[in-house]
């Protein structure tokens, strides 16, 4: 099946710095590539995705890259805020069964004021 | 707006108790999820179902079973609850096609005694 790995486990930056998070997979069928979310003691939930097709996709601070042939994507926060701290999870949807996400493993970003 | 509903938010149990979380999803989303977040160990995912009555394992089916008997409603069982069971257990659904967002429900802290 389907492997997620996520680096960093932990990222701390100033206000106003960048963050990147990467993420590998296994599964070369793998087509869709969501990041999300997580507020302490909320629901995780959906910023940004990416279909295989296409090499990156931006909204507004957040970006997303794909590399298909290395089997890596990568999630990129310009202008960092405090209220981008956050656990932040990517996640793979596997060729064969299209419906399930395998998650990595998260990501703790704390942005410092 | 998509909603999905967990029956408790904490839920405090004995060993050896049978347990029923119950999920309740709004949008007619034929997959549904559910997962168990640990600190460090991401979302791993126990079981998902497709389709009413139909079930998969997930990476950790061990001590847990599932029930599907309407499309809206997935519940997970802990046929006797073990102290290595203690966590939060998060129900997902989403819609039957690649590409779709994945909605989280608000999480179950579930503590065995």
């Known amino acids: 099946g389907e492997n997620v790995e996520q680096h960093p486990s932990t990222l701390s930056v100033q206000e106003g710095d960048s963050a990147v998070i990467k993420c590998t997979y296994s599964?070369?069928?793998?087509?869709?590539f969501p990041w999300y979310k997580q507020e302490l003691g909320k629901r995780p939930q959906l910023i940004i995705d990416?279909?295989?097709?296409?090499g990156e996709k931006k909204d507004q601070r957040i970006a997303v890259t794909l590399n298909k042939t290395a089997k890596h994507f990568s999630l990129h926060i310009t202008e960092t805020q405090p209220e981008d701290s956050a656990v932040y999870f990517c996640?793979?949807?596997?060729?064969?069964?299209?419906?399930?996400?395998?998650f990595g493993k998260g990501t703790l970003l704390t942005v410092n004021p | 707006d998509v909603k999905v509903t967990q029956s408790s938010r904490y839920l405090v149990k004995r060993t050896g108790e049978k347990v029923f979380l119950e999920c309740v999803q709004d949008?007619?989303?034929?997959?549904m999820f559910w997962y168990r977040q640990d600190p460090g160990l991401g979302l791993r995912l126990i079981y998902f179902?497709?389709?009413?009555?139909?079930?998969e394992k997930g990476d950790i089916p061990e001590g847990y079973s599932v029930s599907r008997e309407k499309k809206e409603r997935f519940s997970l069982i802990l046929e006797s609850a073990s102290t290595n069971q203690t966590s939060m257990y998060l129900c997902?659904?989403?819609?039957?096609?690649?590409?779709?967002?994945?909605?989280f429900g608000p999480g179950t802290r579930l503590t065995v005694l």
């Open positions: 997902a659904s989403r819609p039957g096609s690649s590409y779709n967002e994945q909605f």
């Open positions: 599964d070369s069928a793998s087509n869709y």
């Open positions: 990416i279909r295989s097709n296409v």
């Open positions: 996640a793979a949807s596997s060729g064969g069964s299209n419906y399930k996400l395998t």
């Open positions: 949008m007619d989303h034929e997959n």
């Open positions: 179902s497709y389709d009413v009555k139909m079930k």
